[in-house]
Each structure stands twice: as structure tokens, then as C-alpha cells.
């Protein structure tokens, strides 16, 4: 520890500490402009310069380390004119657009101008006249405001890892660009707006829409993937118009993603629907919300007197909340009197590393997911291990990932071939052997795994043989997939049995949308006496419903959402659509079949520390949850990933800016990616005579059906991949995760 | 004895009427309103007008200050991004059965649009008039123009 005085006040601290964090510790505000938490320190805009006594030179507080002793003033006559001075040369070419700059009223340089009291700005002023890009989708650049802080550059190579951007040309012909000025190619994280300080970049999608000033601040959690990002929704009124990040709150450091950043338009939609219907002469009709709880009410009790209780299920989906959860429980097993409900989510693995533990891991390994499409934010917590802690990374996925700059090596191949490196893996043969021993000796390994994937679980639990030290991270896809595990979920394996079987006669379906999941897509659910289907939107599953109920999104409920690492965090209601929440659905349900539910969150989260004994001391305000064990289950080594006839390896690709039925909606997403698209290599694509955009059919196990090309030239030869959670996808993808499919160029 | 003797004399009644007859050969200050309009000082702050470029095209940039500065929450904007990117607006209303005339708008507006005009006639039978939008707001520029070079004023 190191003690030194800020304008005279005492201060200890960590010899590691910068000046500026020191005056942090100290209450003492230093100005900055190119300084962010998340960032290695740049000193670049001379902004928050300071003076130590008995040293004549000044020094950058963001910088400079703490010594002993120091004496430092930070606010001395002669460092306010030089920060006016620092500030005035910033302005000489920054063009005075405030009125009309979306960043307004939240822009650094804004406050820095009024902080130095700077009125007039002595030298000439050469605003340029460059015109704003706006070829990205998501971002709107504009150079001319760019005060080349540097904060979009920093973040885009040290926390994102993609490098899409960086300082081009030199001296006063300096900017942010990319090379050869090709098109801004990146994930479209908008971590670089999240950082700008002035109005440089912006957010197209909420580009002039509002103010910040006019915009209601809501604490929550983002309800679109199972990373569990605390974020900040803003609104007014009942319209949502932004998703901010607060870094200084949650475990994703205020990082988010596309989906994220820019996907929220969905909760605005005009498409949603707003009032319930009930199936009357084989069409759906508008109806109250009494009329419809009424009917299915009537309809279960009468299905339950004729085949008894057990022909009814509930099937819950992973966008309700902890509390939705729990009571769509307690409306199985104590009103209805069935067994339970039902989720279409793995139930071997549980969480066990968070990202911390990612983070500060000193070796990795990605078993078979495209991480950072999949999971963002667990992705960049796998690239600030192999980055900053420059722990070895070892990637195992048909093609090559995003973390191929970071990669201690990739194996790439057909699924087979990566599933024969896997086994080569956890056996200690081959190439892989050496991958095994650098686990071995690693004090905190970490390995990353998709539980979707039953045949990868015998890997995953075979590795944790191996390596006892392993912590396993299994990349649950949506924002309460292992939440509603917690909340006694079964395994909706014996749902499926009984549809088929057509012992179930009745299906309560809340929020999920079994057509577009892989394995339930192909099958019928036409022997349904009666399907209730709760859910924002007109779904594929809503448009078989004899009764559909409309109801909100995560922004309009209050509640509680268990995020893949076993976060518990509160999700707030932001704004009112003058929906009903799934929860209020529930206990009206349970009203009308003579049981009593609450419906408020607060009752319902006691009753959840009560009963669930997992969560009897959890903290529902970002606790992590301790389960019993990270994999369970006796699993068989899988033979072959691929099954059927045909000359290309067909399998499940990462969901490309979306993630299940919410993100779908988004206009904004669609822009990027609308419909499924198949990649294949370009050597594929020369050999088949495709090109990007052409109509290719796939068959496989006797279906065939019709998407359009993406050459990518990650692809490995003789591979293709498809995106889940489409209807047609879907399909295929029931007939085997991975398969063996032929294609044909159409048309 | 001076009361007495006033009283007696009626004196009084005769200055009154004194007074009454000086003001009758003077010069008249009542106005018969809406026959007839009253002066209004320079500093007078009526309906709102807002100036547009000489292409016709509104001066305003929808800059949510005005409407945050309003103390009697008359102003409502809403703003859109164009098809080329440019700052649309695509609502601007003005309530003046709302607005105080404190004129806080016109110390606000950052970019000279909006000012407070020499108007005041906004007598109506519906509370629906009272709310104009930006075409109004224009319009009454074009007036306020008109009547300042007919009177060789500057606005």
C-alpha cells in the first residue's frame, strides 16, 4: 500500500493505483476525456493533467502511478488554463453542432466546456465538412466530432477483440477509420458508442429519436440471452427507446451486444399483439382477457374430469421470470394437479464458472460453440482470459470462430473430425494430448460447452474427469434458461412422449414457441383438445392456439431472471403496454380453476426462499446461486456426429444476431440478418456454381427445403451450417442435430 | 364651519364634475376590443412564431430545449432520423391554452427558431385550436414578417 495527499487529503492505496484512481479514493474529481474504467490508460487528451509537488513538469492522472509520499494538487490557477487551453484546442476543430449532435445533453466535452467555464474560444476554428457515414446499420460515424480520444479504438482491440477500427493517417490528417477505408466489418457490439465521449458515434437506432434528459432510467436485466447483462432501459411513456450500459454495475462491466444494444425495438412493435383471441370456427377471434382465462379454465377442468389430471401440461419458456416460473409450478402441481411443469431446457449441467473465474482462468477451452455469437459477453470474458491474462485458448467447432486471433490453436473439421479431436482430448492421444496436459497444469482451468448438445455432455463430464480443477461454463441460450431448471422444470422429454402418444390432451404453453425448437419443430401438436399459448407475439405456435393470450416482455414486468453463470438479478418494470404479465395470466388461471396464486413478485419471491431450497439464501440482486454439481448423468460416448446420406456435414450454427423468437421482431436485426441463410466455404460454393444470395435446397432425412447462400470463407470444406430457432431450420434440425445432407443449387 | 359651508355649496360635487368635464375633451384611452386593437409594447410576448430558412424550410432542429425549458409543459416534439440521416422532426405542437407566455422558449432556442410574436387574438370556441403544430407556427412567421416591413420594422 501507498500513502499520498490529494489537495491535501490523505490517501492509502494499492501501489498498482493511477493518480486518477487514487483522487477517486480520496472524493477529489480530476477531469478526464480519454480515460474509461475498462480501458488500460491512454493519457492521450491531456485533460486530466496535475501537479506534484517539487516535480516542475506536470503529469497525466490517468497514467501516472502512485508513489510514496506524493503530494499532488489537482486544481491549481495554473492547471485551470491549462485544461481552458486543453479544452479550446479540442474545440479549434470540433464543428459547435450541439442542437443537433445526438449526443447532447450526455456528451463529455459538453460538460468539460462548462466545467472550465470556457466561453470563447480564442483560435480560429476550421471545423471541416466531411460527410457522416452511414453504411453501418447500427452506427452512425460522424469524423468531424471525433476529438481522437482514441476510447472506440481501445475498446474495439482490448475488450472486443475484433480490431475493426483504428487511428488512420497521421499528424493533423489523423482519424478513425478503417484500413483501405473498407466498410466498418465487425460484430456490431457498439461497445465504441458505448465509450465515445462526444457525438462521433452514434446510435442509428436511436438516432434523433428523443434526449436524454426527456428519458425515464430503469434498472434491469437484458431478457434477450442467457448472459444476464445488467442494463439501463430508457424510456418515455410506454415506449422504450434506448438499452444503456452501466459499467459500473453487474457482471458484464456495462459490455453488451448487438442484440443487446440494438435489438430492443421488438418491445415497441406495432405488430404485437394486443388483445386475446379464442378459436371459433377454425379462426382466432379478438376476445377479452376474462373471456379467454374463462375458456381455457372451462376447457382444463373438463379435459381433467374426462382424462384426469395428468392429460394437462404446462410447458413454460426461458423468457419468464423466476416468479412466473414458480408459479406456472404451482399452477401444475397444486391447482391443475399434474406433475409439474415442462421446459424444453437441458437438466444434466448447471452452472459453475462466472466470469470472473473465466476472466482470471490461465487456460481455456471452447468445446464446440461458437462462443461469441452465441454468448457475447461470455465470449469476451473467454478473450479477456486469453487477452489480458493471456491464458492459452483451445477452440474446438467445425469452423473457424471470432477467437481465431486469440486461439492457442483451433481444431476445425466435419463435426466427426472435431469430434474425434474432442475424443482424442479427454482420451490424452494424438495432437490433443498436449491440450490435456496444459489443462492439467493449469491452476484454474476453465472449459466453455453447449448443454444443448447431449453427445457433448459425455466430453465435457469426461474432461472433468480427467482435469478435477476444471470449471465448466455451459452457454445456456436464453435470459432465464436456467432459472426455470431452478423452479423444478422437468424434462420435457416425457411431454413429448405424451403429445405423441396423445395421452396429453391439453397444453399450457407460456411464452414458448415449440414449432421454431430443435427437436419439437416436427412435432404435431393437432391432437390438442385444447392449446393456450401465452406470448408478445402472433407465434408459430400462437397462430395452433384455440386460445392465445398476448403479454408482456421482459421490459414490462418485475421479476427475477438466473443467468448461465447462476446470477440472480431483479428485472424491473420500465414501462406499461397495458399488457398482462404471464404471472398475472397464471394467477387469474388459477382463480378461475379454484386455487389462489399472487401475482406481485415480492409475495412470490418469499414463497421461492421458502420452498426452492437452492434459492433459500439467495440474493436476488446479482448473488451468485451455489449448485450441487456442474454435469450429472451417465452419458454414452457418441460414435458419429453425423447421421444420413449426402456429401455435405450439415450442423447447427451460431443464432447471428439473434436469439430465439424475441429478436426476430426486431427491424433493426432483420436489417443485418432477416431470414436463415446457409454458409458453406467458397470452395463448396465455386464446386455447387453458388454465389452469395442464391437459392440452394437442402435435403435431409426426406426433407427439403429452400435458403439463400452465405459464402463464408470461414467455413471448413465440405461443411454447412444453418442457424436454430427458424421454422424451417427447426425441422431439419429435429432430424438430427448433425446430418449428413446433400444440396443443390435452385434455380 | 368649512364642512358646513362646503356641504351647503355643493362644492365638491362641482370639483368632481370639474374633473369629469377636463376628461371629456381629452384625448380617449379605452379600446373596443375585437372592434378595435390595443398598442402593445415592444417587449410584449404573444403567440409564438418560428422563422424559416429562406427556402422555406423550418429553422427549428428539434432539439427537445424549448420543450425541457417550458415550465408549463406546452411543447411537444418528436423527432425521427431522415432517410439521409438527417435530424427529421416530426412533430412539433405548441398547447397554448397551456402556455404562460413566459417567453422561456425563445431564451432557449439555441438556433434563433423560435420567438415570441406580437399576437394575441387566440380567442376560440374549441379547446382543439388551442394546440399548433409547425405549420401554424411558420405561418405566423410569414404574418409577423409581413407586418414588421409593412411597418419598417426588423423581426
Not at chain 1, 465504441?192 to 426527456?214: A, D, E, M, Q
Not at chain 1, 382477457?289 to 374463462?294: H, L, R
Not at chain 1, 393437432?526 to 407465434?539: H, I, K, R, W
Not at chain 1, 404479465?581 to 426462499?609: H, Y
Amino acid at each position: 500500500m501507498v500513502t499520498l495527499k490529494i489537495d491535501g487529503i490523505q490517501v492509502e492505496v494499492p501501489k498498482d493505483y493511477t493518480i486518477l484512481q487514487a483522487a477517486e479514493k480520496a472524493g477529489v474529481h480530476i477531469p478526464v476525456l480519454c480515460h474509461d474504467s475498462r480501458l488500460n490508460p491512454f493519457g492521450a487528451c491531456r485533460v486530466c493533467l496535475i501537479e506534484a509537488v517539487g516535480n516542475p513538469r506536470m503529469m497525466t492522472a490517468c497514467t501516472t502511478p502512485v508513489a510514496p509520499d506524493m503530494d499532488i494538487l489537482t486544481n491549481t490557477e495554473k492547471l485551470q488554463r491549462i485544461r481552458k487551453t486543453v479544452i479550446e484546442l479540442l474545440l479549434v476543430n470540433h464543428p459547435l453542432e450541439c442542437p443537433v449532435c445526438d449526443k447532447g445533453g450526455e456528451c463529455t466535452l459538453q460538460d468539460l466546456t462548462y466545467e472550465v467555464g470556457l466561453t470563447k474560444v480564442r483560435f480560429d476554428a476550421k471545423p471541416a465538412d466531411t460527410p457522416v457515414d452511414h453504411t453501418n446499420p447500427f452506427i452512425e460515424r460522424d469524423v468531424d466530432r471525433c476529438v481522437l480520444c482514441g476510447r472506440c479504438v481501445r475498446i474495439c482491440d482490448e475488450v472486443v477483440n475484433i480490431q475493426a477500427i483504428s487511428f488512420i493517417n497521421r499528424g493533423m490528417e489523423t482519424m478513425i477509420g478503417t484500413a483501405f477505408d473498407q466498410p466498418w466489418n465487425c460484430e456490431f457490439c457498439g461497445q465504441c458508442i458505448s465509450v465515445c465521449p462526444v457525438g462521433s458515434l452514434n446510435n442509428r437506432v436511436y438516432l434523433f429519436k428523443n434526449r436524454p434528459w426527456n428519458l425515464e432510467k430503469t434498472d434491469s436485466v437484458c431478457g434477450l440471452c442467457g448472459c444476464g447483462c445488467y442494463i439501463e432501459l430508457e424510456t418515455e411513456g410506454s415506449e422504450l427507446y434506448r438499452m444503456g450500459e452501466l459499467p459500473e454495475k453487474g457482471a458484464n462491466h456495462g459490455n453488451l451486444c448487438a442484440k443487446g444494444r440494438f435489438g430492443f425495438e421488438f418491445v415497441n412493435s406495432v405488430k404485437r399483439e394486443t388483445s386475446a383471441k379464442v378459436r371459433a370456427a377454425g379462426e382466432l377471434a379478438d376476445a377479452d382477457f376474462d373471456q379467454a382465462v374463462v375458456t381455457v379454465a372451462e376447457k382444463v377442468k373438463s379435459i381433467r374430469a374426462q382424462h384426469g389430471a395428468e392429460a394437462v401440461a404446462v410447458l413454460v419458456s426461458p423468457r419468464l421470470t423466476n416468479e412466473e416460473a414458480f408459479l406456472a409450478n404451482k399452477l401444475a402441481k397444486e391447482v391443475i394437479g399434474t406433475g409439474g411443469m415442462y421446459a424444453l431446457e437441458p437438466h444434466s449441467s448447471l452452472p459453475e464458472a462466472t466470469y470472473a473465474d473465466i476472466e482470471k482462468s490461465d487456460a481455456v477451452a471452447v468445446l464446440n460453440i461458437d462462443v461469441t455469437e452465441a454468448n457475447p459477453i461470455l465470449g469476451l470474458a473467454v478473450r479477456a482470459a486469453a487477452r489480458m491474462n493471456e491464458a492459452p485458448l483451445y477452440v474446438f467447432y467445425p469452423s473457424e470462430t471470432a477467437l481465431k486471433r486469440l486461439a492457442e490453436k483451433q481444431f476445425t473439421g466435419t463435426p466427426d473430425e472435431v469430434y474425434a479431436s474432442m475424443t482424442r482430448l479427454v482420451e490424452g492421444q494424438g495432437a490433443e494430448a498436449a491440450v490435456l496436459e496444459v489443462l492439467k497444469k493449469a491452476e484454474k482451468p476453465v472449459a466453455v460447452y453447449n448443454p444443448y448438445n447431449t453427445a457433448d455432455l459425455w466430453f465435457v463430464s469426461e474432461l472433468k474427469k480427467q482435469v478435477p480443477a476444471l470449471k465448466l461454463a455451459a452457454a445456456r441460450a436464453k435470459a432465464n434458461s436456467q432459472g426455470i431448471v431452478d423452479m423444478g422444470a422437468l424434462d420435457a422429454a416425457k411431454l413429448k412422449e405424451g403429445i405423441q402418444n396423445k395421452t396429453i390432451k391439453a397444453l399450457l404453453c407460456f411464452g414458448e414457441n415449440p414449432a421454431v425448437r430443435t427437436g419439437w419443430a416436427d412435432l404435431s401438436l393437432d391432437s390438442l383438445e385444447l392449446l393456450a399459448v401465452t406470448d408478445p407475439f402472433m407465434s408459430e405456435t400462437a397462430k395452433k392456439a384455440s386460445v392465445y393470450i398476448p403479454v408482456a416482455t421482459y421490459a414490462e414486468k418485475d421479476g427475477s431472471f438466473t443467468s448461465l453463470e447462476g446470477r440472480v438479478q431483479t428485472v424491473n418494470r420500465a414501462l406499461c403496454k397495458g399488457l398482462k404479465t404471464d404471472a398475472e395470466v397464471v394467477a387469474a388461471l388459477a382463480a378461475r380453476l379454484g386455487g389462489s396464486l399472487p401475482s406481485c413478485s415480492c409475495e412470490v419471491r418469499e414463497l421461492i426462499r421458502k420452498e426452492v431450497p437452492l434459492y433459500k439464501e439467495a440474493d436476488f440482486d446479482g448473488g451468485v446461486i451455489s449448485y450441487p454439481y456442474a454435469v450429472k448423468g451417465e452419458f454414452e460416448k457418441p460414435a458419429k456426429a453425423a447421421a444420413g446420406e449426402g456429401a455435405y456435414f450439415l450442423y447447427p450454427s451460431s443464432l447471428r444476431l439473434h436469439s430465439g423468437s424475441y429478436t426476430r421482431w426486431s427491424p433493426d436485426l432483420a436489417k443485418v440478418y432477416g431470414e436463415p441463410k446457409l454458409e458453406i466455404s467458397p470452395a463448396d460454393a465455386e464446386a455447387l456454381g453458388l454465389g452469395d444470395g442464391d437459392a440452394v435446397s437442402v435435403s435431409a432425412a426426406g426433407i427439403t427445403k429452400v435458403f439463400k447462400v452465405h459464402v463464408e470463407k470461414h467455413m471448413t470444406k465440405g461443411c454447412a451450417a444453418l442457424p436454430e430457432d427458424y421454422v424451417d431450420t427447426a425441422q431439419i434440425f429435429s432430424k438430427g442435430r448433425y446430418h449428413k445432407v446433400s444440396l443443390g443449387k435452385k434455380g | 364651519m368649512k364642512n358646513i359651508f362646503d356641504t351647503l355649496l355643493l362644492t365638491e360635487i362641482f370639483q368632481g364634475l370639474g374633473i369629469t368635464l377636463k376628461h371629456l375633451f381629452k384625448k380617449k384611452v379605452t379600446y373596443k376590443y375585437p372592434f378595435e386593437d390595443t398598442p402593445i409594447f415592444p417587449r410584449f410576448r404573444g403567440v409564438q412564431y418560428i422563422k424559416t430558412h429562406e427556402n422555406g424550410a423550418t429553422k427549428c432542429v428539434g432539439c427537445y430545449l424549448c420543450q425541457k425549458v417550458c415550465p408549463s409543459e406546452c411543447i411537444h416534439i418528436v423527432t425521427d432520423c431522415g432517410p439521409n440521416g438527417e435530424r427529421l422532426i416530426r412533430k412539433y405542437e405548441l398547447d397554448l391554452s397551456r402556455c404562460i407566455y413566459c417567453g422561456f422558449c425563445e431564451e432557449a432556442c439555441p438556433v434563433d427558431a423560435v420567438h415570441m410574436g406580437r399576437n394575441y387574438h387566440t380567442t376560440d370556441s374549441t379547446r382543439d385550436h388551442y394546440v399548433i403544430n409547425m405549420k401554424t407556427l411558420s405561418e405566423n412567421y410569414k404574418k409577423e414578417l409581413a407586418d414588421a416591413q409593412a411597418k419598417g420594422e426588423q423581426l
